[in-house]
């Protein structure tokens, strides 16, 4: 017999088909309009061979201990042991690391996604066990858009427009006249949602803004940013320099007197300073559209009849968090604001600004009023973390200081490296400078379901199980349905949940029940949908019981309204100031001229990257790499499904390059090429179309990284992971987000001998043939 099980993932919310205990179908979730593609993959993932099969000990740390054989991760075999000497281990691991050297040398940040289901969500459940053990290391904001969520709340007193809370799409689709689109609203990101999605509807809502005559306009170095259908109009910039575009807009509305003097007046501070700097006064240099549009590499006619729209009919100005994941990505978020404010629609319908459309599913939905189902992580006690992305310099650099955000601090010298739900060998930039670092702690633990390439630089890999052999709650708060997701297959291997395998650490360490509180995964989920459940009523949502929701496979989540952003604030500034000092949105901040950063000047300013198109260094280097998120996976998850393979070219990672300059290297389309710089080199396959402008390559993010020679600092990658070619510093002192979007290489022909692809399928580990299954915790 088939049953039909209701699931969830951050690709979409789907109906699981089983037979004999085998996952046999993946069906979309009736009533999603646009369901993604990579459900398909989900069967692929499940069953791969490249899932970890069993507890595996890395063998130089389990013959010669703790720190002896550092270096030799990601070369080393494996050997498998059973789930109770693997528990044992890494138990007497973490107390010695807590005795000699305290818990913050624990690093457990653990960033990543991780999977849909929010109770066994494994970052929370790691961080949930870290602090009861007496806390970590931890990370602070994301890869997504830790810039912005530096600066924002430095200019209106708020991360939120940068985390989502937006204008609501019915909004623009009703009252925008024209959008203009700094990085463009990419569907292809639109298909995932952290928690699930079960409703895709930002295509919906661009058609529908369409047909309700919005234009559209896209500045961004790649076409396709923006869909087909919107008919959109091309201003194919240079990548990182959106600052210098806003700011010749800008420039025009100042000189042809256009822009909104009573909003700049009334609800902003500190115009002054800015405009001397737009019209050159100290550094005699006007801001002008001609000075944007040489910097851009495009036509400042364009610009300034750009400019004149803007403040002609009613105008949203959007940018996609890819502008902030780059060399000094704090200025064209704070100078998206401070060109809206000049346009002065900041709080009208379908006008002002916004951030992140098309960059999930969920962006521009309301969020609703109360907090999605969730595990309490609980506090951490050891109190310390680091900006999110600057893990290779605290490896690295132990007890040196950095700043961040007007903070002198210092980096804790780390001695274990837990990690649950993330992947630094995918999202970490400049990799043969992660694996530099990555030698100098003792111990490496990592829980994975699947040999990803950091279970590979591990030293302790605990299998964990996917979202498919679990029960479990998928929610995100800008969705309209909660969903049950039952188990559908029995764990695979010797998979354990992570909460399973945190639980048995903690009875080892004598804290069980402080971590489990008593309950099992069934009374947990009840407890937290039940919590959830308080919240929305106290907030005037009814959700039903938690037998019901469980029954009926969701709960709808009634009454999302539509949003207008500051819509409170330009009604009566007075009423609803910003929490900003001034109240008003900080077009120039003394706070952070307090600071002061060269790397971030009180006012936003043209900051030239230390890599982009007009550097010197591109010279040697001359296209820019853009390394976006794939439309073919999510991140490195489902690499090994169906979608993200088939669109392999010579069995490497299709990497999108302009005819033009695949003509003055001799390649050809489907030809295996070489990307590298001075900070490594990988393969990939050609794909040439006019959609990417002329000096820009893309190569997507999330190719298993594959090294020739594993383990070796600067080994070629196989495979087409551009980590191995982005660079690794903070966007600024401010913000210390990742720049991953500020990186040059170059680009030739591969004739040379070329290995297959071997990490999605060869399982590493070498079977001593000891399993004992049981726990005992
Ligand atoms: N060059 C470049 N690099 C980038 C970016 C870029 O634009 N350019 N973008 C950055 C951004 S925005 C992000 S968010 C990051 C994403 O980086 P990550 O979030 O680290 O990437 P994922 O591949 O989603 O990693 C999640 C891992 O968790 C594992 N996992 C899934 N479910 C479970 C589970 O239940 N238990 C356990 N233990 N593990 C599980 C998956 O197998 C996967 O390996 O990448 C960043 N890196
Ligand atoms: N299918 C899929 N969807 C995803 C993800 C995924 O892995 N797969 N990851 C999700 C995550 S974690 C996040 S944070 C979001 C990220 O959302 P974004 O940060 O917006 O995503 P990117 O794909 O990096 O960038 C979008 C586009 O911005 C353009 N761009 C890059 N640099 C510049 C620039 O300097 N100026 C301008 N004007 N444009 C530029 C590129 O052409 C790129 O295609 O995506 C989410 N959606
Ligand atoms: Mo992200």
């Known amino acids: 017999m088939t049953s039909r099980l209701p699931h969830s993932s951050h690709w979409g919310a789907f109906t699981a088909e ?28 499940l069953h791969a061979d490249v899932r970890v099969a069993a507890p595996a000990v890395r063998r130089g740390w389990l013959e010669q201990g703790p720190g002896a054989t550092s270096e030799r991760r990601g070369a080393d075999d494996f050997v498998e042991v059973g789930w109770d000497r693997a528990l044992d281990l890494v138990a007497a691991e973490l107390d010695r690391v807590r005795r000699e050297h305290g818990n913050p040398a624990i690093f457990g940040g653990s960033y990543g996604w991780a999977s849909a289901g929010r109770f066994h969500h494994a970052k929370t459940q790691l961080a949930r066990f870290l602090n009861l053990f007496g806390g970590c290391t931890d990370q602070k904001y994301n890869y997504s858009y830790a810039a912005a969520s530096a600066i924002l709340p430095h200019v209106v007193g708020t991360g939120g427009p940068t985390a989502g ?67 959109a109009a091309w201003l194919p910039v240079r990548p990182n320099t959106d600052t210098a575009v806003m700011l010749g807009l800008a420039h025009t509305l100042l000189v042809e007197d256009r822009y909104d003097r009573d909003f700049v007046a009334r609800y902003c501070v500190g115009f002054d300073r800015f405009r001397r700097y737009l019209e050159g006064a100290d550094d005699g240099r006007p801001k002008s559209a001609e000075w944007a549009a040489a910097i851009a590499g495009i036509d400042a006619g364009a610009l300034r009849d750009l400019a004149r729209r803007m403040v002609a009919e009613r105008t949203m100005i959007t940018s996609t968090w890819s502008l902030q994941r780059a060399d000094h990505g704090e200025q064209p978020f704070w100078m998206t604001v401070v060109l809206a404010a000049m346009v002065g629609q900041i709080g009208l319908p379908g006008g002002g600004f916004g951030f992140a459309y098309g960059d999930t599913a969920g962006m521009g939905n309301r969020r609703y009023p109360f907090p999605a189902p969730a595990l309490p992580a609980g506090v951490n006690p050891a109190g310390s973390t680091i900006p999110v992305a600057r893990i290779a310099d605290m490896l690295l650099h132990p007890g040196e200081p950095y700043d961040f955000d007007g903070e002198r601090r210092r980096y804790p ?110 009374a947990w989920l009840r407890h937290l949908y039940e919590r959830s459940r308080r919240a929305a009523a106290r907030n005037g949502a009814e959700l ?26 330009r009604s009566d500034p007075a009423a609803h100031p910003l929490r900003t000092p001034s ?84 390649i050809r389309d489907g030809d295996l090429i070489r990307l590298f710089n001075d900070r490594g080199a990988c393969l990939a396959g050609a794909v040439l179309t006019d959609a990417v402008r002329p000096g820009v390559v893309e190569l997507a993010t999330g190719a298993w990284y594959d090294p020739r020679e594993p383990g070796t600092v600067g080994a070629l990658d196989l495979h087409g992971n551009p980590n191995v070619l982005t660079a690794d510093h903070g966007t600024s002192r401010l913000g210390q987000g990742p720049s991953a979007h500020s990186a ?24 001593e043939g000891k399993t004992d299954g049981a726990d005992g915790s």
């Open 18 to 45: 089983v037979h004999d205990g085998r996952l046999v179908g993946v069906l979309p979730r009736p009533g999603d309009p646009e369901p993604s593609p990579l459900l398909s993959g989900i069967a692929d993932a």
């Open 165 to 231: 809370e937006v204008t609501s799409w019915d909004v623009i689709a009703e009252h925008t006249r024209l959008w203009v689109m700094f990085g463009g609203a990419p569907l292809k990101n639109a298909q995932v949602e952290s928690g699930g999605i079960t409703r895709h509807s930002a295509a919906h809502w661009l058609r529908a803004a369409r047909d309700n005559g919005t234009r559209f306009v896209a500045v961004t170095p790649i076409r396709d940013d923006v869909a087909g259908f919107l008919d």
């Open 413 to 522: 010298d780390i001695r274990l490296v837990y990690w649950a739900g993330g992947n630094p060998f995918h999202h970490h930039q400049d990799l043969n400078r992660l694996l530099r670092g990555w030698r100098r702690p003792e111990t490496v633990v990592v829980h994975e379901p699947w040999w990803t390439a950091t279970a590979r630089h591990a030293d302790i890999v605990l299998p964990a199980t996917t979202t498919l052999e679990r029960n479990d709650i998928g929610a995100s708060s800008r969705d309209d349905a909660i969903v049950a997701m039952h188990q559908a297959v029995e764990p695979v291997g010797q998979a354990r949940h992570d909460f399973d395998i945190l639980a048995g650490l903690a009875g080892r360490l004598g804290f069980r029940d402080a971590f489990t509180e008593g309950r099992d995964e069934a």
């Open 544 to 569: 039903p019981e938690f037998d019901e929701f469980w029954a009926r496979g969701h709960a709808d989540v009634p009454g999302t309204r539509s949003f207008v952003l500051f819509e409170a604030f």
């Open 583 to 666: 109240g008003r949105i900080e077009i120039f901040s003394a706070t952070i001229e307090g600071f002061g950063y060269d790397d971030c000047p009180p006012h936003p300013t043209w900051l030239e990257p230390a890599e982009w198109l007009g550097a010197a260094q591109a010279a040697r280097h001359p296209l820019h790499l853009i390394s976006n998120q794939p439309r073919t996976r999510l991140h490195g998850q489902l690499d090994m499904g169906r979608v993200s393979r088939d669109s392999k070219v010579n069995g490497r990672e299709p990497c999108r390059l302009n005819p033009s300059d695949a003509a003055a290297r001799a």
């Open 744 to 767: 040059l290489v170059q680009a030739e022909r591969f004739d040379g001998d070329a290995p297959p692809v071997a990490v999605l399928r060869v399982t590493p580990v070498s079977d």
